[in-house]
């Protein structure tokens, strides 16, 4: 029987050129536009009777929203310009402006064009990647009003504040980070360590892991712009997210194989960096809450990390005596070789380059006595181009991206420790730098060790050198951290603790340095100040190699420094 698919025998036919063309005169008949007046058009709408439509409900909707909101950035209306659109999104911009100047803290007639038009162009200028902000010729020195915050029982190795200046945040040795209140000085909240009830391997193992905080020593921790964040990591190879303003944890991010030792926000992102004794870098978004990639190339610990606005970073290479300058968007790096060269480098790149250099300068060649750098120990940017780096040499170098070699260099920034050998010598090594810090984008920074002063120091407006400024700030035991950074005046000068070390016998608040009152700011004024914020400890951050007991107190310190107006 045959199949039904084949039992039609009726011929198919093809459409004639005749009928083709009738077709697409009859297409063309559909879409073509009436070309009756609007008057007809008109007339024939009122003729139609609203019971005889059948998509009357259809037809009689307004699909159309009669009011657009103006804060919604999505696309509003279809027929807004390009020119109209930017101006929609800068009064938006402005708006949050206000809203972020007048959140508690003035009243709406205290904002004026002064404050707003300054905002705009810091943020123009920290976009551009370039120094801007020199403070250091309206330094008048260090407030004798200090902020200390004991709690912690171990080493401190960890202190940040939040951009906001409400919140300080400390980290230790043993396993707890703390929240403080700037203007009271209390604490405000407590991160506990957690001790894992199982031990062991396999799944035990990996119980313990899922453990809602850290087990083991916290090294180093980071505060998100937006003060949403704060990130925590150490020994026990997690970094750790946690929701200030919740105080809960978050998440554990997992995947280096050892100690985490520095961590660093991206500045106006979510976008974090956690360096490794692993020896590798990682990239995490915290707004997804996802792991991006990781970077390699050091031989030896990562022992600091630092990063600014761009997607760039910058790591101290430890033991392999390198900082490598990260470009991550286009996933290559930068080397810049520090320490003692060998004779073999020496001769490639011209022995006679090195006693022209000698010649040249007379402190190298005889005077100071120059300590070979073997460990490369942290670093700091000072803008996308320029940063610091300081090692067990006691020397703080100032290196560039165009450049391969340090621009400058100040040895023995911190002094030297003298002890006798078991011969009966005296024997001198240099301090360690054992922390750095600059003012993002500015022409000031900071470093620690633990001879007992916090030094800063004041770049040159070329960024080509850098010199001591007669500001120092006494402090006992080992600078474990590092942070300055501008807060709104009114956070630090209408504390409880600035009040009470700035008040007469009556117990009224007397004056505070230029003429400014604690609960009193200049109208039009620059309403930010600089904070010295630092860890203190016993121990280094790291190890156990040098322990201070007398006067030493494990504590986070917070200092004002005086800035003209």
Not at 20 to 48: C, H, I, V, Y
Not at 145 to 171: I, M, N, W, Y
Not at 199 to 225: F, P
Not at 374 to 401: A, H, K, N, P, R
């Amino acid at each position: 029987m045959p199949d039904a698919f084949f039992s039609n025998t009726k011929k198919r036919k093809r459409a004639t050129s005749s009928q083709k063309g009738n077709a697409k005169a009859t297409k063309n008949f559909k879409l073509s536009k009436p070309s009756t007046s609007q008057t007809s058009k008109k007339t024939r709408d009122e003729d139609l009777s609203s019971d005889t439509s059948d998509y009357d409900g259809i037809d009689n909707d307004n699909l159309r929203a009669d009011v657009v909101d103006p804060h919604f950035s999505g696309e509003e209306d279809a027929a807004e310009t390009a020119a109209e659109k930017r101006l929609r999104l800068a009064k938006l911009y402005l708006e949050g402006v206000k809203r972020t100047l007048a959140e508690g803290e003035f009243d709406a007639a205290d904002l004026d064009r002064d404050i707003i038009s300054s905002r705009l162009q810091n943020d123009a200028l920290q976009h551009s990647g370039k120094v801007y902000n020199f403070v250091s010729e309206k330094l008048q020195g260090a407030n004798s009003a200090r902020l200390v915050t004991r709690g912690h029982r171990l080493s401190v190795t960890g202190a940040e504040v939040s951009q906001d200046g409400h919140s300080l945040f400390t980290c230790s040795k043993d396993g707890d980070v703390i929240q403080w209140n700037i203007l009271t000085g209390k604490r405000l909240h407590t991160y506990h360590k957690h001790v894992p009830r199982h031990k062991g391997k396999g799944k035990q193992r990996a119980m313990a892991d899922d453990v809602e905080g850290h087990t083991d020593e916290i090294w180093a921790l980071s505060i998100s712009n937006d003060g949403k964040y704060l990130a925590t990591g150490g020994k026990d190879k997690r970094v750790g997210v946690w929701d200030i303003e919740k105080g809960v944890w978050l998440k554990a991010f997992r995947g280096h194989k050892d100690s985490i030792s520095g961590l660093s926000f991206r500045k106006g992102s979510n976008q974090l960096y956690s360096a490794s004794h692993d020896r590798s870098v990682k990239l995490f978004d915290l707004s997804v809450m996802g792991y991006v990639e990781t970077l390699f190339g050091h031989q030896d610990r990562i022992s600091d990390i630092d990063a600014l606005r761009g997607e760039t970073a910058v790591t101290s290479g430890a033991r392999d005596k390198t900082i490598r300058f990260w470009k991550v968007a286009e996933e290559t790096q930068i080397v810049f070789r520090g320490g003692a060269k060998s004779v073999l480098r020496e001769v490639l790149e011209g022995a006679l380059e090195a006693e022209l250099e000698d010649m040249e300068d007379p402190e190298r060649k005889g005077g100071t006595q120059h300590f070979v750098e073997g460990c490369m120990e942290c670093v700091s940017m000072i803008d996308e181009t320029t940063f610091l780096s300081g090692g067990d040499s006691g020397t703080i170098s100032l290196w560039s991206t165009s450049k391969k070699k340090p621009i400058f260099k100040y040895q023995l920034a911190h002094g030297v420790v003298e002890h006798y050998s078991d011969n009966g010598e005296v024997v001198r090594n240099p301090r360690w730098i054992t922390s750095l810090a600059a003012l993002p984008y500015s022409d000031i920074f900071a470093s620690g060790s633990w001879d007992g002063w916090i030094r800063l120091w004041r770049l040159d407006t070329k960024l080509r050198s850098f010199e001591p400024l007669n500001i120092t700030i006494p402090i006992a035991g080992v600078v474990n951290s590092l942070q300055l950074i501008q807060v709104p005046r009114s956070s630090v000068f209408g504390a409880k603790w600035m009040v009470e070390n700035h008040s007469d016998q009556s117990g009224e608040p007397t004056s505070l340095a230029n003429g400014i009152h604690p609960t009193v700011r200049p109208a039009g004024k620059d309403i930010n100040t600089v904070l010295v914020v630092a860890a203190i400890g016993q121990e280094p951050r790291t190890g156990r190699w040098l322990t201070l007991r007398e006067g030493v107190k494990n504590c986070g310190l917070v200092v004002p420094l005086e800035v003209s107006i």
